[in-house]
């Protein structure tokens, strides 16, 4: 059974006709993967590393499907080259879905950097990004987010703080 | 013993042989080759995205079973992305081949050498991945029976091709990614 806020965003990428997922799972997004797993509907490939996932999740888009990348904020940073390269200069639209790491409540200084940097690293790209800090908010802006990625055919992302997730306990 | 094959032959070889196959085209040499050679809507050649190849193609495999998706990639890229091999194996598509122009150095960036002209063997490592239809082929003949084999089974399918160094003749005369991509996404969708 996953969280409640983790059967929203699995809803927000389902009824935007999001089909195809591919992930390198935390323990966090692993709680919308739960649900994605269980749809018999949804193909999720667990990829090795999270920029295999953007060339695989490019190819499908290619091939008429939309997809979506569900991952921690470390793995943002292993797949920057890919997304600027690829998505961003080809406009090659894809959700990406990244729990956020590193910020408030975090226990392990090693994940701070990174996730300081997340917000800095997506403008820097021009990758429009939410950050909803509850079911609400994620219902109000999570829908818009993905149509207007799709409109500009390019990346966008949904970034999950520990205020919507209860992030993780050290 | 037969002349060593160069990537240029190898190519012209395979797009002999296309009919309704989609090619995902390495940046750089494979791509130029392609696109001298035989350019066509069912061709996806990247520009940017070093490493990624493979994945690109697989995802096209799995999102269209209905078609046979061939990748053409370089020794240097593919090294960039080994572990693609493993979720080649793991999803095991029946329509996906990767091909591989092992050439043992960096083309694009002045031929320094890479891991497959130390001690390296790609179809070995794809074997070790998982992946069991993994050829290593130097010889045109050889090169003839691989592609009968992969475009006629079941794959997936590594097909590392050992080919003489050497740039490209080709020459991009269009670069506008955009567009292609389009072309390329349209060529599909019509399929």
């Keep these: 059974m996953s969280a409640s806020w983790a059967k929203h965003v699995a809803d927000v990428l389902r009824r935007n006709d999001i089909r195809t997922f591919a992930t390198v799972p935390d323990y966090i997004v692993s709680h919308v993967l739960e649900d994605l797993w269980a749809d018999a509907g949804c193909r999720v490939v667990t990829v090795t590393r999270e920029e295999e996932g953007v060339g695989l999740l490019s190819g499908a888009w290619l091939a008429g499907r939309r997809g979506a990348l569900l991952m921690q904020n470390s793995g943002l940073g292993n797949c920057v080259n890919a997304l600027a390269s690829l998505n961003v200069a080809s406009q090659i639209p894809i959700v990406l879905v990244i729990s956020h790491r590193g910020d408030l409540g975090e226990f392990n200084p090693a994940q701070v950097p990174m996730g300081q940097a997340t917000g800095p690293i997506l403008d820097a790209l021009g990758i429009r990004w939410i950050r909803p800090g509850s079911i609400a908010e994620l219902e109000a802006q999570g829908d818009g987010l993905v149509k207007l990625g799709y409109t500009r055919s390019l990346p966008v992302a949904i970034v999950l703080p520990a205020e919507l997730t209860g992030g993780k306990q050290g | ?191």
């Design chain 2, 1 to 191: 013993m037969s002349a060593a094959l160069t990537r240029a032959a190898a190519t012209r070889l395979l797009a002999g042989r296309l009919s309704g196959e989609v090619v995902v085209a390495n940046l750089g040499q494979a791509s130029l080759d392609l696109q001298a050679i035989a350019d066509r809507p069912l061709n996806c050649y990247t520009y940017g995205a070093m490493g990624q190849c493979s994945s690109i193609a697989l995802g096209v495999a799995l999102a269209r079973p209905d078609l046979r998706v061939v990748a053409l990639d370089g020794d240097g890229s593919l090294l960039m992305n080994l572990g693609s091999l493993c979720t080649v194996a793991t999803e095991a598509p029946p329509n996906y081949a990767l091909v591989v122009w092992d050439n043992e150095v960096h083309q694009t960036t002045g031929g320094q050498p890479t891991a497959t002209a130390a001690r390296s063997s790609l179809a070995a490592v794809a074997r070790g991945a998982g992946i069991e239809k993994a050829l290593e082929v130097r010889t045109e003949d050889e090169l003839r029976r691989a592609y009968d084999r992969m475009l006629g089974e079941d794959g997936p399918f590594v097909v590392c091709v050992k080919v003489e160094k050497g740039r490209s003749e080709g020459r991009f005369t269009d670069r506008d990614v955009v567009g292609q991509a389009r072309r390329f996404r349209q060529a599909l969708a019509a399929r």
